[in-house]
């Protein structure tokens, strides 16, 4: 095969669009017969986001200017679901893009889209306009796709959707933006936080990886909240409750996507929780530039190695405990095993009461004592030598303990465990699918998707949505699941 033509590419465009103006400019009659000249399988679905397997011919074609590897970074989705994630498992999902294979969608943190809406390519209507008169013809950016980004981040304009698709549903075809976008209709903005928003996301994911970085980014967060309100004096403790309040505050005017609920900032927090939208919403709240949040680093020293210095400094002056407690607006009760070099070894905290009489409640003695039956009623539901396994959630280890709602959230070690081990709901249905295929052929029955439907009393779809944790449990059982589906 000869290519005669074959455009370059534009900055921040989607690698799809560089193949759909390609598509465009060479006159295929049909996108099957374009399909076979750039992809080594022709029967591939076009990939919007990321890239497919081209054929060598057409990768030295696209990579001309630049490797494959500067070609991912500024050219596809990945920067957008891999920056937060922890160190080994984005090299592992970059690696695997740059080798065009199809394992990157279970190591990204792509989220699924809520209520089951349908994805489209979007565009803005003023860059569409700037791109006409500078290149021509306009394109499909990469900014424009950013998941629960609803604004253009250079101009803060709502972005109009295209009628392509982004699923699996749409049926295979290479679609130039230039053939979408026909006129500019009526241009809205968002509202000033929305535009601050917007702008510091594009920041962000337009900014250079730091592949190498392994600083997590809910510790990097957590080290930003020294010295705030936010955290006890010694650093340890957040008060997550005042966070959320005064987060959710800051943002009431913001519609559309974002956080909403403390257990989702706690868990971005505590480092279960990567996308890049909600990590950016909570760097932004905190007033941490995105350079900062793109090259994030730690401290040299934690807060509370800062403030015990600073007891042991004051101690080798002579001073005491309760004018070192004064001094630093600290705890009498903290400072003195600090200066005994005892602190978290046991607790000199002295039972108070009420004036009413009623013993004041020790929620750190509490958690200790939960913590146990936490692990426990956790591995209670995920199910024990064949038991059907059960969502690991807030909600049900609540009940199995009997707790009343919004207990757990008193008990911050025990509310870790559970967000270390909580499930989507789509992760929940793996465990099901595991365990119905397990139990089948444990009773020698075939196993069929129908039975493993019945079993589980799960849908196609959810079968489907199952697929990507499915992976990540057992390889085999999702690769069987996959053909049941396929040929269904």
């Not at 076979?36 to 054929?55: H, S, T, V």
């Not at 074609?61 to 937060?84: G, N, Q, W």
């Not at 982004?166 to 535009?195: C, M, Q, R």
Request: proline share 4%; charged share 25%; hydrophobic share 35%.
């Amino acid at each position: 095969m000869g290519i005669a033509y074959f455009p370059e590419i534009y900055p921040d465009e989607l690698i799809y669009s560089l193949l759909a103006r390609f598509h465009q400019g060479c006159g295929y009659s049909n996108y099957i017969f374009c399909a076979e000249d750039l992809f080594i399988n022709k029967r591939a679905r076009p990939e919007i986001e990321f890239i497919n397997e081209l054929k060598p011919e057409i990768l030295q074609l696209v990579c001309e200017d630049m490797s494959i590897e500067r070609l991912i970074e500024k050219h596809t989705m990945f920067p957008y679901y891999a920056r937060f994630l922890p160190k080994e498992r984005r090299i592992k999902g970059f690696e695997a893009l740059c080798n065009m294979s199809g394992d990157y969608s279970n190591l990204l943190a792509i989220s699924k889209q809520k209520n089951g809406e349908a994805r489209y390519l979007r565009y803005c209507p003023l860059c569409a306009k700037e791109n006409r008169n500078v290149y021509g013809e306009t394109y499909w950016h990469r900014a424009h796709q950013m998941m629960g980004v609803n604004f253009c981040p250079k101009h803060g304009c709502s972005l109009m959707n295209s009628s392509i698709m982004i699923n699996a549903k749409a049926s295979p075809n290479l679609t130039p933006a230039e053939f979408e976008v026909k006129e500019i209709g009526n241009i809205t903005y968002g509202n000033e936080l929305e535009i601050k928003l917007v702008k510091y996301i594009g920041e962000v994911f337009q900014a250079d990886m730091a592949m190498e970085n392994d600083v997590e980014a809910g510790k990097f967060l957590h080290s930003r909240l020294y010295g705030t309100k936010y955290v006890s004096v010694r650093g340890e403790q957040r008060n997550i409750r005042l966070f959320a309040d005064e987060f959710l505050t800051f943002y009431e005017s913001l519609s559309g996507e974002g956080l909403s609920e403390l257990w989702q900032m706690q868990k971005i927090f505590n480092g279960y929780r990567f996308n890049c939208f909600e990590v950016c919403q909570m760097a932004l709240f905190q007033e941490i530039s995105s350079e900062d949040l793109c090259n994030m680093k730690l401290p040299d020293k934690s807060q509370e190695q800062i403030f015990d210095e600073k007891v042991k400094k004051l101690q080798s002056q002579g001073l005491k405990y309760p004018e070192i407690a004064k001094r630093l607006n600290a705890s009498y009760n903290v400072v003195k095993p600090i200066g005994e070099n005892s602190y978290g070894k046991y607790s000199h905290k002295k039972e108070t009461h009420r004036k009413c009489g009623v013993k004041k409640q020790d929620w750190a003695e509490i958690d200790k004592a939960t913590l146990p039956l936490v692990k426990k009623a956790i591995k209670e539901l995920q199910g024990q030598e064949g038991d059907r396994p059960r969502r690991v959630n807030m909600a049900a280890v609540s009940k199995i303990l009997g707790f009343p709602d919004k207990r757990l959230q008193l008990l911050p070690k025990s509310t870790e465990v559970v967000m270390k081990y909580y499930e989507t709901q789509e992760q929940y249905w793996a465990k099901e699918v595991v365990w119905a295929v397990n139990k089948l052929e444990n009773e020698g029955k075939n196993v069929s998707q129908n039975q493993v439907r019945r079993l589980t009393n799960m849908r196609k779809d959810n079968l489907i949505a199952s697929l990507p944790h499915l992976e990540v449990i057992d390889s085999d059982i999702a690769e069987m699941i996959a053909k049941m589906l396929l040929h269904s």
